[in-house]
Structures are given as structure tokens and as C-alpha cells.
């Protein structure tokens, strides 16, 4: 029978090579992901979320020092396939992504139309005339006019250059598109239209999202899922509504608590110290130093509790109810 989860993460990590040491940034990190699903990653600056797209991707730095673990996808394994193998089968084809910065993207002395063609050329074997129809199809979907085409990448604005970006990511249909930061060096009403953009995609095509983002007030109209990352960990794994309504592990809420409120008088909330180096992280509780709920049970490990209404979270707090 097929598998119905689309990818299954498991003991996922990526250590990289340092002159202080080994760097820790993905370290055992586990979940899933359903067709049609959007999952929004969150956590602080350094806390391994690009590190993890990486992974996912296959984008590997020179300087790995461990690659490890399982990525199903649509049960197919893919860390134990070769680079050739995941390039041919798998990049574009079956997962796509949109990095930070389009501009780095896209290839300045290549017309965006060429660019955004070429992944169906290239993986479906498609013919330049029709790969080319293909790509004004989804330029339109995506907003872009379609005389841009024949662009080159410096003549259209970072929005424009962004879109052109998504639709690049979506011509081959892929499984899953991987969006790191996609509207970060945006300004603010560009950023909103680009979130809108997605909410529209993701209702037209059949396609699963994973977006990475510091921007939690906007990603939580997108989100059907949110993943907490924090020091190269997951703690925290929630459908949507319940997060945004009532997230459970001590990080998430102050996570929350961060994001300023626009109809409230609260003031947002600033989480004091500095997340652990991930050279020698605790071994204990990764977030214990700054969590005011802390108890001696914090210097051991917790492990990831599924909480009884199917949250998982990885934190002492929840032990008895997990159990019970
Ligand atoms: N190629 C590399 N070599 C050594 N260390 C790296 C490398 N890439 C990332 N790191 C380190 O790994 C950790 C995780 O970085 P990563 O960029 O994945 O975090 P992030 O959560 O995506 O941060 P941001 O939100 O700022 O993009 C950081 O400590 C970073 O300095």
C-alpha cells in the first residue's frame, strides 16, 4: 500500500567542520509531512533551519563533518542515494526550492524565461518551444507579466525577480517546495503579497510546502503545521491552530509572546540570553539556561512526548500527560 505521508524525517543530522570544532546544526531531528501540506519551521537566528534545508536538499557545504539519518520521500530514502542519483531524481523534480535571496537564484546573464523553462527541459525532457509555453503558464500564475519573460534577472524588482523564483520552483510539479526565508530581503507590502501568493498556490496546486521563516505573524495564515527548532533540535511539532492558539513547549511561548500584537496594548516580550553554541551543546535540556519553568529533571534530555491531542513536544512539562 502506498505510503500516505508525502516525507518522513528521522535522526536527521548535519554537523559541519569548524576551526572551533564540530558545529551541531541539525541534530536528530524527526518529522513528517503529509501531501498538501504547508509547514512552517521557526526558531531564532542559528537554530539549523536553513541547515536542515540543506539537508533536505542535498546542498552540502565542503566542510560536512556528518550527514546521517533517514529522509523518506514518498518511501523513497534518499540520504543513502548518491549525489548523482538525487540530482537526476529527485532536485526539481520531486523537490524544489526558493532560496533567501532570488537574486542568487537566478543567473544574471540568463533570460528569466530560459531560467525558469530549463528545470522542465532538463527533467521532463521537455522541448525549448514547449518548456518555454510552459513557463509563461506559470508566470502568469504567479503574477509575473509574461513579456518578462525575455528579461534579464536586473530588470525586474526583487518582488518580481522572487515570483519569478517561485515559478521556477513549481514548473516541474515538484512533491515538495522548500522555501528558505522567501521574503526577506522584501519590503513589507511585498512580503504580503508574496504570503498571499503562496496562500493562492498552495490552494491551485497539489503541492506540499516547508517554510522556513522568522516571520511568524504572516507564515501563520499559510501554515497547516509549525515545526520548532531550537539549537539544532526540534521541540516542538503542532498543527497550526493549536500552536498559534496555545503552543506547549516554554520556548514556543516565548517564541509567541516575541511577536508584537497589533490590536493589543501587551508589549512583546524580548527572551533573555543566548540560545547554547552548538559546538558543545548541553546535554541536558538544550533550552533550560533561559526557561523560567525550569526543574532538576532540565539537566537530562528530554524526549520528543506526544502529548494526547497528537502535538509533540519535547520537554519534561509534558511527561504525565503524555503518559497518561
Ligand atoms: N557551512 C558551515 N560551516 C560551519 N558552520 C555552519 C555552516 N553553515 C551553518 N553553520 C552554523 O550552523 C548553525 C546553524 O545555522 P543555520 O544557518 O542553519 O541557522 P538558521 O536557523 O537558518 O539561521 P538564520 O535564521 O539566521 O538563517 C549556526 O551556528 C551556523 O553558524
Redesign the pocket.
Known amino acids: 500500500m502506498p505510503e500516505k505521508t508525502l516525507l518522513r524525517v528521522e535522526d536527521l543530522k548535519l554537523y559541519?567542520r569548524?576551526t572551533r570544532g564540530v558545529?551541531q546544526?541539525v541534530d536528530g531531528v524527526y518529522f513528517t509531512l503529509n501531501p498538501n501540506e504547508a509547514m512552517v519551521i521557526i526558531?531564532e537566528?542559528?537554530?539549523?533551519?536553513?541547515?536542515?534545508a540543506k539537508a533536505l536538499l542535498r546542498l552540502l557545504?565542503r566542510?560536512v563533518h556528518t550527514y546521517s539519518g533517514k529522509v523518506f520521500l514518498n518511501g523513497t530514502e534518499l540520504i543513502s542515494m548518491s549525489d548523482e542519483e538525487y540530482r537526476q531524481q529527485i532536485r526539481w523534480l520531486k523537490i524544489s526550492m526558493v532560496p533567501q535571496a532570488a537574486m542568487n537564484a537566478l543567473n544574471p546573464v540568463l533570460r528569466v524565461g530560459d531560467q525558469v523553462a530549463e528545470p522542465m527541459m532538463v527533467h521532463h525532457g521537455v522541448r525549448k518551444e514547449e518548456a518555454l509555453v510552459q513557463a509563461a503558464n506559470m508566470f502568469q500564475r504567479v503574477g509575473v507579466p509574461v513579456d518578462f519573460l525575455t528579461r534579464y534577472p536586473f530588470e525586474l524588482s526583487g518582488g518580481m525577480r522572487q515570483r519569478a523564483a517561485i515559478a521556477m520552483a513549481l514548473v516541474t510539479a515538484p512533491d515538495l517546495v522548500i522555501l528558505d526565508?522567501p521574503t526577506s530581503a522584501l519590503d513589507v507590502l511585498t512580503q504580503a503579497n508574496i504570503m498571499n501568493l503562496l496562500k493562492r498556490i498552495k490552494k491551485e496546486i497539489a503541492t506540499s510546502f516547508i517554510l522556513?521563516t522568522?516571520d511568524i505573524a504572516t507564515s501563520s495564515e499559510l501554515a497547516d503545521r509549525v515545526g520548532v527548532?531550537y539549537a539544532g533540535q526540534m521541540v516542538e511539532l503542532s498543527d497550526a491552530h493549536r500552536f498559534f492558539t496555545a503552543p506547549l513547549h516554554p520556548y514556543s511561548q516565548k517564541l509567541m509572546a516575541s511577536v508584537p500584537k497589533l490590536r493589543s496594548t501587551v508589549e512583546p516580550e524580548f527572551i533573555t540570553g543566548q540560545p547554547p553554541s552548538?559546538i558543545n551543546p548541553p546535554t541536558g535540556c538544550r533550552f533550560a539556561a533561559r526557561c523560567p519553568l525550569r526543574f532538576e529533571k532540565c539537566d537530562q534530555d528530554p524526549p520528543m512526548f506526544q502529548h494526547p491531542d497528537g502535538r509533540q513536544v519535547k520537554c519534561w512539562l509534558y511527561e504525565k500527560e503524555a503518559r497518561s
Open positions: 559541519f569548524a558545529v546544526a526558531g537566528s542559528g537554530c539549523g533551519k536553513s541547515s536542515m557545504p566542510n526565508e522556513i522568522h527548532m552548538l
